[in-house]
């Protein structure tokens, strides 16, 4: 008969160190983040932040003069960060899911 596996014992979790998602992003990222891409890739990432942060903003504002449009925010936030996913949400997304992943994997163990 044969013996299920189980991830558990056969030490498939137990064996793993640290998980850094972010490294491999980042190598990834600065081989072909150069010359005038680099250039425009960093003012995509201003704008989008400017945007994101200013969808936010002007939400609030309308909010509070009685006139908030949630479409709007939807919209330009998203978009700005399309923009600055590459330099700023692809990183930030990756540490938090590492570290969501490395404190699963330390309670298992």
Do not use: C, H
Request: proline share 3%.
């Amino acid at each position: 008969m044969l013996k299920q596996f189980d991830p558990m014992t056969d030490g498939v979790i137990l064996a793993a160190e640290k998980i850094n998602l972010t490294a491999g992003w980042t190598s990834f990222w600065t081989k072909i983040n150069t010359g005038d891409f680099k250039t425009l890739m960093m003012y995509a990432t201003w704008v989008g932040v400017a945007l994101f942060f200013g969808a936010i903003v002007t939400y609030f504002w309308q909010k509070k003069r009685g006139n908030a449009n949630a479409a709007a925010i939807g919209w330009t936030g998203g978009l700005g960060a399309l923009l600055a996913a590459p330099n700023v949400l692809v990183p930030v997304m990756l540490t938090l899911f590492s570290l969501v992943v490395n404190t699963v994997v330390a309670l298992l163990s």
